[in-house]
C-alpha cells in the first residue's frame, strides 16, 4: 500500500535510483521528473510497464507475509517470539522529506532471534524490525543493491536496527536475507536525498547517465543489409527456440527427479536409460581471501530490436 504524496515526499522505493543514478526500473531524473510533474499536479499515467511485476507482487505478497512472518517465529528459541504487525501508515523523516510504506512490521519480544544470513554472517536481533517482500521470480541472488537501499531507508524512517527482505526467486525458493542498519549508508542516502531535493526545488536537472557505450554505427548502406537482416531474424527465432527448449528441458528434469524421490533412489535404470541422481557433500571450507586476478578483456555479443517510434 503506497502512504507517500510524490509531490511532498521521496518514497523509500524510489531512493536507490537517486542514490545509484539507475536502477532496472528508473533512473534519478525519471524520479526527480515524477516529483516535478507531482507538484505541477499531472496525473501520472500508468504506461503497462513492468505490469507483470505489479501484479505478481499484488497477488503474492500476503501469502509471502504469511510464510515469512512463520519461518522467522519458528527460528525464535523458547520464551522468544517474533510477532508480524501489518503497518497502519507511513514512517516518515520529515527533514528530509522521505516516506516509507513497509510491507510489515517485525516484534521479537522475550530475547534474542538469530536470523541465518545466505549473505553472510548470521545476525541476532530483538525489538522492531521492517520486512520487505520481493517477488523477483527470475533472480535466485542476494537483493539488489536498490533493494538493499530500500530496505535501509525504511529503517532509518522508522528508526529500526534491522530488517528482513523476504524474496521468492525461481523455483518458488523462499530466502530471508536479515540486514542491520548501516549508519555509513544511512549517511550516503541522507547526502543524496538532500541533493535530491536541492534538484527539485531549484529546478537543476542530473546530468545525462554515462553507460560508457559508444555511438552504434549504422550498416544500412551496405550491399549485404538485407542478408544481415535476415541472418538477425533466424539468430532472434533460434533464441527464442532455445528459451523454450531449455524450459522444456527444466520441466522433464524436475518429472524425472520427482519420481526418484517417490522410489528413493539416487540411481536408476528404465529402458535403455541410467539415471544419476546422487546427493553430493561437500566439507565445510574455511573463510578464504580471493587471490588477486589481474584485469581482463572481451567483447560481449548482443542483439536489441530498436524501436520506429
Same mark, same amino acid.
Given at each position: 500500500m503506497k502512504w507517500s504524496n510524490d509531490a511532498d515526499e521521496l518514497g523509500a522505493s524510489?531512493?536507490? @535510483?537517486? %542514490?545509484?543514478?539507475?536502477?532496472?526500473?528508473?533512473?534519478?531524473? @525519471?524520479?526527480?521528473?515524477? %516529483?516535478? #510533474?507531482? +507538484?505541477? =499536479?499531472?496525473?501520472?499515467?500508468? $504506461?503497462? !510497464?513492468? +505490469?507483470? @511485476?505489479?501484479d505478481r507482487g499484488n497477488?503474492?505478497?500476503?501469502?509471502?507475509?504469511?510464510?515469512?512472518?512463520?519461518? !522467522? $517465529? #519458528?527460528?525464535?528459541?523458547? #520464551?522468544?517470539?517474533?510477532?508480524? !504487525? &501489518?503497518?497502519?501508515?507511513a514512517h516518515r523523516k520529515k527533514d528530509l522529506r522521505l516516506c516509507a510504506s513497509l510491507d510489515g512490521i517485525l516484534h521479537?519480544?522475550? =530475547? *534474542?532471534?538469530?536470523?541465518?544470513? &545466505?549473505?553472510? /554472517? /548470521?545476525?541476532? %536481533?530483538? =525489538?522492531y524490525g521492517a520486512l520487505e517482500?520481493?517477488?523477483? =521470480?527470475?533472480? $535466485?541472488? &542476494?537483493p539488489r543493491a536498490d533493494q538493499v537501499i530500500q530496505l535501509q531507508t525504511q529503517m532509518l524512517c522508522a528508526d529500526f536496527q534491522w530488517g528482513v527482505i523476504a524474496k521468492l526467486g525461481p523455483k518458488l525458493k523462499f530466502s530471508l536475507y536479515p540486514y542491520m542498519r548501516s549508519e555509513k549508508l544511512t549517511h550516503i542516502i541522507m547526502e543524496k536525498v538532500q541533493d535530491?531535493?536541492?534538484?527539485?526545488?531549484?529546478?537543476?536537472p542530473y546530468p545525462p547517465i554515462d553507460n560508457g557505450k559508444p555511438d552504434a554505427i549504422p550498416l544500412d548502406h551496405?550491399?549485404? +543489409? #538485407? *542478408?544481415?537482416?535476415?541472418?538477425?531474424? /533466424?539468430?532472434?527465432k533460434c533464441k527464442a527456440e532455445?528459451?523454450?527448449?531449455?524450459?522444456?528441458?527444466?520441466?522433464?528434469?524436475?518429472?524425472?527427479?520427482?519420481?526418484?524421490?517417490? %522410489?528413493?533412489?539416487?540411481?536408476?535404470t528404465v529402458g535403455n536409460y541410467k539415471i544419476s541422481f546422487p546427493i553430493v557433500k561437500r566439507k565445510a571450507q &574455511?573463510?578464504?581471501i580471493i587471490p588477486a586476478k589481474p584485469s581482463t578483456e572481451h567483447r560481449r555479443f548482443s542483439i536489441e530490436e530498436i524501436s520506429n517510434e
Open positions: 524510489k531512493v536507490g @535510483a537517486v %542514490v545509484l543514478g539507475e536502477t532496472p526500473f528508473q533512473t534519478n531524473e @525519471a524520479v526527480r521528473q515524477i %516529483v516535478l #510533474n507531482a +507538484k505541477a =499536479g499531472v496525473q501520472a499515467i500508468d $504506461d503497462g !510497464l513492468y +505490469k507483470d @511485476a505489479k497477488y503474492l505478497e500476503p501469502a509471502l507475509i504469511g510464510w515469512a512472518s512463520d519461518a !522467522l $517465529d #519458528n527460528l525464535c528459541p523458547d #520464551n522468544v517470539a517474533c510477532n508480524f !504487525l &501489518p503497518p497502519t501508515d521479537v519480544v522475550g =530475547g *534474542d532471534m538469530t536470523i541465518p544470513n &545466505p549473505n553472510g /554472517d /548470521d545476525i541476532t %536481533v530483538t =525489538g517482500i520481493k517477488t523477483d =521470480g527470475w533472480d $535466485d541472488g &542476494p535530491f531535493w536541492y534538484r527539485v526545488d531549484m529546478d537543476q551496405l550491399e549485404t +543489409k #538485407n *542478408d544481415l537482416i535476415q541472418i538477425i531474424t /533466424d539468430y532472434e532455445e528459451k523454450s527448449w531449455k524450459l522444456q528441458k527444466e520441466r522433464c528434469q524436475e518429472a524425472i527427479e520427482l519420481v526418484l524421490d517417490e %522410489v528413493d533412489a539416487e540411481y536408476a &574455511p573463510e578464504k
